[in-house]
């Protein structure tokens, strides 16, 4: 079948699929049940070369099965942001990059020469996210990284579901319940990365569900060296930072330290007490 036929027919299963589930709803017994069999019809059509998915706008491949954890609408209000600001050929480091949502977008705004470092230890996630990176050909413009940011170099216990995107160190997200196992992975230092690589981003996207102000810690000689030079995008869980030793006063303390300021991308009122995605705007800087 020729790519055209192929591409036709995977657009015609695609739009009558979401047909069905809009009449049917997506969690009626039937499309549960049919769910599977459309998956693979789509990954048979695409000749296991990905299926078109659009998340914010851009279209990407992606695997047909983990259509479901790279939403159309996926955090708007930051890709936006990113796309405003990440500028070509500049260095965007990843961290918590779960199956690739991020890396797919910031391989996009860098387009053409920029590159992505994608920090993921949970191995079912790795192996998704090395997957899209194949599918969009990125293979040269993203490193995946194995290991988990924090304040230390060494080994932690590491909570995972499956691929599940609230997997996290510390302890369980209460939300997975009794889905959760448990296994080490490496940790290290975004300093001590940057030292051994001689790498340096322009750009640190981070989601590591309550980990982040550990993370930030570790990666205190590397803010203060780039300063305003660097952009820091983080998705701040204070409801869950005692797990990870974090209090607001410790975090308040660090952005005292490096001179930033947390701004709301997510309208939350208080960033330092509401979950949400902020941008460490450096103070240094006019709002």
Not at 188 to 197: A, G, H, K
Not at 223 to 244: D, K, M, T
């Amino acid at each position: 079948m020729a790519l055209d036929a192929r591409q036709g027919w995977i657009s015609g299963i695609q739009t009558l699929a979401r047909a069905t589930s809009g009449l049917l709803g997506r969690d009626s017994w039937l499309v549960r049940s049919m769910r599977p069999v459309y998956e693979q019809a789509l990954e048979l059509l695409s000749l296991h070369r990905g299926v078109p998915w659009r998340i914010n706008g851009v279209v990407y491949r992606v695997d047909p099965h983990r259509r479901h954890m790279l939403a159309n609408e996926y955090d708007r209000p930051v890709a936006e942001f990113l796309a405003r600001h990440v500028a070509p050929s500049q260095v965007c480091f990843n961290v918590g990059a779960n199956v690739g949502v991020y890396v797919l977008q910031l391989s996009h705004f860098a387009r053409p020469t920029g590159r992505v470092v994608a920090f993921e230890p949970n191995p079912a996630a790795l192996a998704i996210l090395r997957r899209h990176v194949a599918l969009n050909g990125l293979e040269t413009s993203v490193t995946v990284v194995p290991e988990a940011l924090s304040d230390e170099n060494g080994t932690a216990t590491f909570y995972a579901a499956g691929a599940d995107g609230m997997s996290r160190l510390g302890e369980a997200n209460v939300l997975l319940g009794s889905r959760a196992t448990e296994f080490q992975v490496k940790t290290t230092t975004l300093d001590s990365y940057v030292e051994r690589t001689g790498l340096e981003p322009d750009w640190l996207v981070m989601d590591i569900e309550g980990f982040e102000i550990r993370a930030l810690l570790g990666a205190r000689e590397l803010l203060r060296r780039r300063g305003n030079r660097i952009g820091v995008v983080v998705e701040l869980h204070p409801s869950v930072w005692p797990s990870a030793r974090t209090t607001r006063e410790l975090a308040e303390g660090l952005f005292a330290e490096l001179d930033v300021s947390p701004v709301p991308l997510t309208c939350q009122t208080d960033p330092l007490a509401e979950h949400g995605m902020v941008y460490l705007h450096p103070r240094s800087l006019p709002a």
